[in-house]
């Protein structure tokens, strides 16, 4: 074989790989001589296997052997016996860093997350670490890696369909539930016992609302499926579903055990204990771990846009960490802040060094990797009772299935005509000139809005539309524009009656704010806002150095809403804004490898504050954010925003949808002696998606949707989004 070989006569040699291998079976260098020969001649399966057996023979212990291998198995499809190689090569040569990395890489590309952070943890520990990978543990259940290489696996082996994992996991995060739950289908049809598969199916199943497929799928779980944290997240769901909360907190107490990184595991547990066990010593810690997470998270995200030379990103995400009681992480990003400073940070590098000693003060070889988090009471179950939890919720969704109105209601799809022209409509709201080329900043991306009022009370519903395309803050806009409604056909007398705001214009709130009957308009700027105050004769007054008088000049609003939020009977507002300063409107950002400039992204500059206002007794508003304790953990940059009594026995509460952070909801603190607001959307369900993740919302709907008796929102998000 050698010798036909070495002639390059690959048919003769492979002839005689089946003789030469009785004969010197374990053989490492025969084994390849062998391998080459059945790849040279077409069998690239064989030959993939002896280089497998090359290394098995050689105890794992040569990594070119195994690099070989692993490249052999991967041409032939065989995806998941590379990482297995990859797992023995790391065991028999755990400082071999280079290949654990690789191996890290590819379980998180299958989706095996609890197994590919134990490989990141001994990389941080032991000092072999970079950016990428610690943004791995920051936020474990984001997939950033493409789903098409796994695909391309399944069509060179067949035999073996669990790389589909990732473009299943790829259509989950997009919302799109029935072609994910196609591709699991495919592959636990394929391997019932993969628990990830059945894990992920079942959480699409949740998500897609389709509970009557849990039924089935719970009756043919594979062992060991209790080990993982995202089975009892889908018990937990399942059981909110089927009216059974006691099951729910048990379960994501469950969840929470086995995974203490995930957001939504958190967000679950500690809206669950809430409702069922507020008194708990433990509910105070579970929200305060949500809420560290979802930071830490939304940290991360920042920092992937900002150009941060003075290394406080590091800083606020090594605080974090710490108080997660994730040391050794907090340690590394430190690490990372003092390798991007540059030779004059002097007091940047000062300020991460003395962090990074306390830190490392407090760090030894018996650290854990997590500190003991502690909760007095740790959910305890075993698989009998996971069995009768099973069959209880079994039971509650068939009696659920067999209890619904079956019965069609003809539906008819409405037709909606355009009528604005011969309506008298003619008003285009536009952010500039040229909004058809590339590279527009991204204060032009957002586009105007409008309101709805009966600004003369003669019982038709009158347009004010907004409109922008000058320079922040100037006011050197066109006028926006007041629709006056005469029976149905609109005239613009927004000259006439005096509130032709002529700044960079976002929207408009609408609300009675002197409580005088006629409706007044708050006009959302990027520059100053400005309040018109109804006369009552038909023209408005701008009555914004009263009323404003504490506003920045340079602040981007976008949306507002005019209401009652503290229970006084006088009106008082919300204003919610965007970036901060001008620089949005001022700064390029640079498209690699693409000659020109693009559109920023929000993150890249830092989130501003929304406002509250409070109305004062003889008129005017006083900003009330320091009083009423409005400061949220994370800053949003407000797109849309309403006010009002969404629970029973409350007064109004306040909802903000929020571009690329969490969504707030603000509710009045009952625990506070005087008026004071809390934010709760991680606690009531309203921050994030259903996965806990930060989406571009834009804007809010309600409506009691399910017929159910209580108001629902409907929250719409950017492209490539779904909505909520």
């Avoid at 191996?103 to 032991?126: D, I, M």
């Avoid at 019932?192 to 998500?207: C, K, W």
Wanted: glycine letters at 8%; one cysteine or more.
């Amino acid at each position: 074989m050698q010798a036909h070989a070495n002639a390059q006569q690959w048919p003769e040699a492979a002839a005689l790989i089946e003789r030469v291998l009785i004969e010197n079976p374990d053989d490492p260098a025969t084994l390849e001589i062998a391998a080459k020969a059945a790849f040279m001649s077409g069998q690239t399966k064989l030959a993939a296997e002896l280089l497998v057996e090359a290394c098995v023979v050689t105890q794992y212990k040569q990594e070119a052997r195994i690099q070989q291998a692993f490249t052999g198995l991967i041409s032939v499809g065989r995806l998941f016996e590379a990482i297995e190689l990859l797992e023995h090569g790391v065991e028999a040569e755990p400082t071999n860093f280079g290949m654990r990395k690789l191996l890290h890489s590819f379980l998180l590309g299958t989706e095996r997350h609890r197994e590919a952070a134990k490989h990141a943890h001994v990389l941080v520990q032991q000092r072999n670490f970079d950016a990428e990978l610690l943004k791995t543990l920051g936020d474990p259940a984001r997939r950033t890696q493409e789903a098409d290489s796994l695909v391309a696996m399944t069509e060179r082996n067949p035999a073996d369909l669990r790389p589909l994992i990732g473009k299943a996991r790829f259509h989950l995060d997009r919302g799109q539930f029935s072609d994910c739950i196609k591709n699991l289908k495919r592959i636990v049809a394929q391997h019932p016992n993969d628990i990830v598969a059945q894990v992920m199916l079942g959480r699409a199943f949740v998500l897609a609302g389709q509970h009557e497929q849990l039924v089935d799928w719970s009756s043919k779980l594979p062992s060991g499926i209790t080990g993982h944290a995202d089975y009892w997240l889908t018990l937990g769901d399942w059981a909110n579903t089927a009216g059974e909360p006691e099951i729910a907190l048990e379960a994501y107490a469950q969840a929470a055990q086995r995974d203490f990184d995930q957001v939504q595991i958190w967000d679950k547990l500690a809206s669950a204990m809430l409702q069922q066990d507020p008194s708990s010593a433990d509910v105070g810690l579970v929200r305060k771990r949500a809420g560290l997470l979802s930071r830490l998270r939304q940290l991360q995200a920042d920092r992937e846009v900002l150009n941060d030379p003075s290394g406080a990103s590091s800083i606020q995400i090594a605080n974090v960490l710490a108080e997660l009681g994730r040391l050794w992480e907090a340690e590394a990003w430190l690490s990372i802040g003092l390798t991007e400073l540059s030779a004059d940070a002097v007091d940047a590098t000062a300020k991460i060094n003395e962090l990074r000693t306390s830190i490392v003060q407090r760090l030894s070889q018996q650290t854990p990797w997590q500190l003991e988090i502690p909760l007095q009471r740790w959910a305890d179950k075993g698989l009998d009772e996971n069995t009768a939890i099973l069959a209880k919720l079994s039971g509650r969704t068939q009696s659920m299935v067999m209890s619904q109105d079956t019965r069609w209601t003809s539906f008819v799809t409405p037709l909606l005509v355009d009528e604005a022209s011969e309506r008298g409509l003619d008003f285009f709201g536009r952010t500039g000139d040229q909004l058809d080329k590339p590279g527009i900043r991204i204060h032009r991306s957002l586009g105007c809005g409008g309101g709805v009022l009966d600004y003369d009370r003669d019982g038709w519903p009158d347009l004010y539309l907004t409109t922008a395309g000058g320079t922040p803050p100037n006011l050197d806009s066109a006028p926006n524009a007041l629709f006056r409604n005469r029976n149905g056909m609109f005239i613009d007398v927004a000259s006439l009656s005096n509130c032709e705001d002529r700044g960079f214009s976002q929207g408009v709130a609408v609300g009675d704010v002197n409580a005088d009957g006629f409706d007044d308009l708050l006009v959302l700027n990027y520059g100053p806002n400005h309040l018109w105050i109804n006369n009552g004769d038909g023209t408005f007054t701008d009555a914004s150095d009263r009323w404003l008088s504490e506003q920045k000049i340079t602040t981007w609003s976008t949306s507002a809403a005019i209401a009652d939020i503290d229970g006084d009977s006088i009106a008082d507002a919300v204003v919610t804004n965007y970036a901060a300063g001008l620089s949005p409107s001022l700064v390029d950002c640079a498209s690699e490898g693409v000659e020109g400039h693009r559109s920023c992204s929000p993150l890249f500059f830092s989130a501003e504050p929304d406002v509250f206002y409070k109305g004062q007794n003889r008129g005017g508003w006083q900003e009330a954010n320091r009083t009423w304790m409005a400061h949220p953990e994370i800053l949003g940059r407000g797109l849309g925003v309403v006010v009002g009594t969404f629970s029973p026995g409350r007064i109004n509460d306040v909802y903000i949808a929020n571009d690329m952070t969490s969504n707030h909801y603000w509710t009045k603190n009952d625990q506070a002696s005087e008026f004071q607001l809390v934010e709760s959307a991680t606690i009531v369900g309203l921050a994030n998606d259903a996965l806990s993740r930060t989406q571009g919302s834009m804007g809010i709907a309600t409506s009691d949707l399910n017929g159910d008796g209580v108001t629902d929102f409907y929250v719409t998000n950017f492209e490539n989004e779904h909505n909520t």
